[in-house]
């Protein structure tokens, strides 16, 4: 789900992103669980549903991760995927609460399809989109496969993300949620696994989506705010670990709350409503203070043809010519771009 900030972050914040290329040589971290379920979301076929293989597993996950990380490496960018680990307790309530919204969504799903309305059952179905085990494991599998390193978090991929960044090993995280912000990252990219053109949901209308950069200290420093104020903000609007936050509270009344009166503790003797399925102090020494590991280099080898071919044609069917087509243009991608390259604190701070 992660923190609704958008109505708070200013637009002088966010630089747009015109070509990707100015991205090159920047060793991007890149929430994996984010990007697979922007794939799963927008790789389907013109009915709406997912692509599948002869055996009807699901492919739209591996067709998104190739080709849009394909397109990466072509313009110089060198990714790294984080993927979860075992999910806080803080959070574990909240997780039970959409595996029971995502059940509820398959059959309305299906009931909408059995009665003809494709639109309204094409809508539930993306409500209803999870990750299996087995998803997370043929992604890796083919990183592996491609010379992509990913990083196996101990819990949050995004705040393992945040930690990569903030210690120099990637220059920025990459995801749709504005959590990163939360967890320190310097620099968050959005929109990198969904540019392009999109429909919005329920309208017959298609946007230009585009890339963008917001940078932590001067969001900060626009706002007039702490690091910890911003946590703050967040935990009033609600976040994954008290998703519902105070009823009444948005982004920029949350803002004036905390702007006024300092901190959540001086906060919420003045908001009689206030009621949180966690300790919201715990929420916010989580967001200071999460289960990460230390990463001392991450390195992008040769891709494997054998391999890539063996797992997207040979056992799910993918189209040869096509594979074989992105598969040199990934190789030229390496050849100028990542051969032979890895990233690390002391590259890092040779660079400086």
């Given at each position: ?295 001392g280099s991450i390195e992008w080898r040769k891709p494997s043809h054998t391999d890539i071919i063996k797992i997207l044609v040979e056992e799910h069917d993918f189209s040869r010519d096509r594979v074989e087509n992105a598969l040199k243009r990934l190789e030229k991608a390496f050849r100028e771009h990542v051969r032979g390259t890895s990233a690390s604190l002391d590259q890092w701070f040779k660079k400086r």
């Amino acid at each position: 789900m992660g923190v609704n900030l958008k109505d708070l972050i200013p637009s002088e914040c966010k630089i747009e992103i015109e070509d990707l290329r100015h991205l090159a040589n920047k060793v991007l971290a890149f929430d994996a669980y984010n990007a697979l379920y922007q794939f799963l979301a927008a790789v389907r076929q013109p009915d709406g549903t997912l692509l599948m293989d002869s055996k009807n597993r699901i492919t739209s996950h591996l067709s998104g991760l190739f080709y849009r990380t394909i397109n990466l490496v072509e313009s110089g960018i060198k990714p790294v995927y984080v993927f979860d680990g075992r999910p806080p307790e803080i959070k574990k309530a909240e997780l039970e609460k959409r595996r029971s919204r995502k059940e509820k969504a398959v059959k309305l799903a299906e009931k909408a399809y059995h009665e003809g309305r494709v639109e309204e059952a094409a809508k539930y179905a993306v409500q209803a989109i999870y990750l299996t085990d087995e998803m997370v494991k043929e992604s890796m599998r083919l990183l592996e496969a491609m010379g992509i390193p990913y990083v196996q978090a101990p819990s949050e991929g995004e705040a393992q993300a945040a930690y990569l960044s903030k210690k120099g090993i990637s220059w920025a995280t990459a995801s749709q949620d504005y959590d990163s912000f939360l967890f320190a990252t310097p620099r968050l990219v959005r929109n990198l696994t969904i540019s392009g053109k999109r429909k919005l949901p329920g309208k017959d209308v298609y946007v230009e989506i585009k890339p963008e950069l917001i940078e932590l200290e001067r969001l900060l420093k626009t706002l007039g705010i702490s690091r910890e104020q911003l946590i703050d903000i967040a935990i009033l609007i609600g976040t994954d670990y008290n998703p519902d936050g105070i009823e009444g509270i948005g982004p920029k009344t949350a803002y004036q709350i905390i702007k006024s009166y300092g901190s959540l503790e001086k906060a919420l003797k003045f908001i009689p409503q206030a009621k949180f399925p966690e300790d919201p102090l715990k929420i916010r020494e989580y967001f200071l203070n999460p289960a990460v590991i230390d990463i001392g280099s991450i390195e992008w080898r040769k891709p494997s043809h054998t391999d890539i071919i063996k797992i997207l044609v040979e056992e799910h069917d993918f189209s040869r010519d096509r594979v074989e087509n992105a598969l040199k243009r990934l190789e030229k991608a390496f050849r100028e771009h990542v051969r032979g390259t890895s990233a690390s604190l002391d590259q890092w701070f040779k660079k400086r």
